[in-house]
Structure formats: structure tokens, C-alpha cells
């Protein structure tokens, strides 16, 4: 039986509603594939409301629809740049960002594109990107330059369809898919807020459920940023006596914003309001910094720097060896949750490093 075949045989079983803790869902569509194309699959709503990705609308459709990774990638992507005002894009690949970048100055929407794309352009072929605004004609035309899966943002400027729908110009994203969403900034962002419309679901092997609150900061602005402090039997008392410069703390805080959505362990390293490297999907945090250095220095392969670059790490130090290696590559101001017995001694050891440590009010895994 070919591929297709088994599809239309087996997509039919997905039934138009369905009921999971009490909500009632509507199918919004059948997809072309779940997560790998063998795999049939189906998209659904909360029945009677009005949702920013269940009710996106298609303004240009591939040559065939949505996959469920198309539709995971958006979601991550939209839960990236739902954090901010300013311009920011997400370039997300296989449910991690290859990059994203934020506006610094008077960069053009297709300056903080390019940051977001280059930071990682072999990984961002075939991706999705998503914009918390409007995209204008000049961005539209330098995402048709390059392949990718899909497009999702609130609104394009008149003009910008038709340079997505050019497909003889841009054969090569002929089959690009594009896509309007509601506010990125009506989706859950913050702890405290209503969480109980967006729980999030975990199907175990034997099909048992696990129902969990999504994940969400305390952080909402730099002002929140603390310098790390903590006390211990050996090591007395300690806090971070190096300080962030205020472009400082702004990268930590969105570097923090992108580690919501990173596989963990996860860190980010960032400078000037672009990902320079994430490292994700490690066992250990020592591995996932040493992979996002790696990764820097290949990508740039050797042309960049990571000095005076900030770093976001989803989970604690347990021991110095993680603030000590992201020191010796350049990395100057790190944001970090507490927890270690040894948080005292990280401390002590990121001062005599010249590093600036932050604590965050949470650990944010992500074992998506």
C-alpha cells in the first residue's frame, strides 16, 4: 500500500469532535501527516472560542496542507515572539529555533529577519518563521529567496501576497504556505494569568493522559532581572557583584524568552538581540553549553565572537563548570534559575570570572 493510499484509508477515523477533561473540541482540519508522513492526523479547536493559531486563516496553501510539525512549529514559533512589542521573528526547525532576533535601534523588519534566518542558515532550510507584526513587501521578498515550510504573522502589507504568490519568480518556495494568526500577545505568557483554557496535554505510551499548566515566566520586564545571591556552610554568603549593561539585560530577557521554547537542557546564547547559538536536547548542562559554542564557531567557522555575549540556561548550575565554560568562550552575563546546593560557590566563581549572574523566579525545562 503507497503512502497516499494508506492515508485517505486511515485519515477518516478522526471524528469531527471530541471531549478531553471536560472541553469539547471541533476538528478544524485533517492534516497531511502527523509528525511523520505514515502517520494520519487531524487538527482540532476548543469548540465556541476564538483561539490564535486554531483559527488562523490560509492565505496561500502549499502544495498539499498542514503537517502536525508544521502546526508544532508555529506554535513554538508564535510562543516566542508573543513576548514583545517590538518586531521579532522566530525562525523555528524541527521544534527548536535555529534563530530568532528582536529589533534593536532602527533596524528594518527585514534586517531583524535576516538576523533571525542567519543565525543558524543551514538549519533554517526548510523552516517556519513567525512575526509578531505586520510583514512588509521587502521582507516578503528576501523570505522568497531562500526555502522554507511556512509563513505565520497578524497581518501583510498590501503587496507582500503577491510577491509570496509569485511562483515564477520564486520557484524555489513556490509551494511556501502562508499563514494569518490572531495577537501573539492574547496567547498565555505570564504566571498568574488564566491558565486553565491552555493546558497542554501528554499522550503516554499506553495511552494514559497526563493534563499540566502550560509553561509560563514570572519575568515580565528587565526590572525583574535579580542579581544571583546565595549563602552555604563552606562558602559563607555570596552575591553577583559584576552588573549587566543595560543592552545586557535586555538580550538576558529574551534570551530567557527563547529558552521557554527550547527542548531541554536547553541554554541560549545571545548578543544584540539575536541568537548567536542554542544548545538543546542534552542530558547534561555542561554538554548543552559546549554544543552551542561548538555550533557558534562552525556556523561562523571562526569569523565571529562570542565575547561580551549573554546566556540563558533553563536549569541550574549544580556545579561551576557550566558558568566556567561559557566564561572562557566570551560569555560576560548569564541568567540562570537557583536550586544547586552549590549555588554559593557558582556565585563566587562567576565573580572572580567577571561574569554577571541573574537568577530567575523558575526553572523552565521544556521536554516537548
Not at 548542562?285 to 571562526?302: D, L, S, T
Request: charged residues 20%; proline residues 4%.
Amino acid at each position: 500500500m503507497d503512502r497516499n493510499t494508506y492515508l485517505v484509508k486511515n485519515i477518516g477515523h478522526f471524528p469531527q469532535e471530541v471531549e478531553i477533561a471536560g472541553r469539547r473540541y471541533i476538528k478544524v482540519d485533517d492534516l497531511r501527516y502527523g509528525t511523520n508522513p505514515h502517520q494520519p492526523a487531524a487538527y482540532y479547536k476548543p469548540a465556541d472560542e476564538e483561539c490564535v493559531i486554531g483559527d488562523m486563516k490560509v492565505l496561500k496553501n502549499g502544495k498539499n496542507g498542514l503537517s502536525q510539525t508544521n502546526l508544532e512549529d508555529i506554535s513554538y514559533a508564535l510562543n516566542i515572539v508573543k513576548f514583545f512589542d517590538e518586531p521579532v521573528c522566530a525562525v523555528m526547525k524541527h521544534v527548536n529555533p535555529s534563530g530568532a532576533a528582536a529589533r534593536r535601534g532602527n533596524e528594518s523588519l527585514k534586517a531583524v529577519y535576516l538576523k533571525a534566518r542567519d543565525a543558524d542558515a543551514r538549519a533554517a532550510f526548510g523552516s517556519v518563521i513567525a512575526f509578531n507584526c505586520e510583514v512588509d513587501c521587502e521582507t516578503a521578498a528576501e523570505i522568497m529567496s531562500t526555502f522554507c515550510e511556512c509563513v505565520v504573522a497578524p497581518s501583510y502589507a498590501p503587496g507582500a501576497l503577491e510577491i509570496f504568490n509569485d511562483s515564477e519568480t520564486h520557484k524555489l518556495n513556490k509551494h511556501i504556505r502562508i499563514l494569518q494568526c490572531g495577537d501573539p500577545r492574547k496567547l498565555t505568557r505570564y504566571t498568574g494569568e488564566n491558565t486553565e483554557l491552555t493546558q497542554t496535554f501528554k499522550v503516554l505510551a499506553d495511552g494514559s493522559l497526563v493534563l499540566a499548566s502550560p509553561l509560563t515566566t514570572a519575568l515580565h520586564s528587565v526590572e525583574d532581572l535579580v542579581p544571583a545571591q546565595a549563602e552555604s556552610v563552606k562558602y559563607g554568603n555570596h552575591e553577583s557583584t559584576v552588573r549587566a549593561t543595560p543592552e545586557q539585560l535586555d538580550d538576558l530577557l529574551f534570551a530567557w524568552y527563547v529558552n521557554l521554547n527550547v527542548r531541554s537542557n536547553g541554554v541560549v546564547i545571545v548578543k544584540n538581540g539575536q541568537t548567536l547559538s542554542v544548545g538543546t536536547g542534552e542530558q547534561d548542562r555542561v554538554g548543552a553549553i559546549e554544543q552551542a559554542i561548538a555550533k557558534f564557531h562552525q556556523k561562523y567557522q571562526g569569523e565571529g565572537t562570542l565575547t561580551g555575549a549573554v546566556m540563558a540556561s533553563d536549569g541550574f548550575f549544580p556545579f561551576a563548570d557550566g558558568v566556567e565554560t561559557a566564561a572562557a568562550a566570551g560569555v560576560t552575563a548569564i541568567i540562570a534559575p537557583a536550586g544547586s546546593l552549590r549555588d554559593a560557590e557558582v556565585i563566587k566563581r562567576a565573580n572572580e570570572l567577571g561574569v554577571a549572574l541573574y537568577y530567575a523566579p523558575e526553572r523552565i525545562f521544556s521536554h516537548h
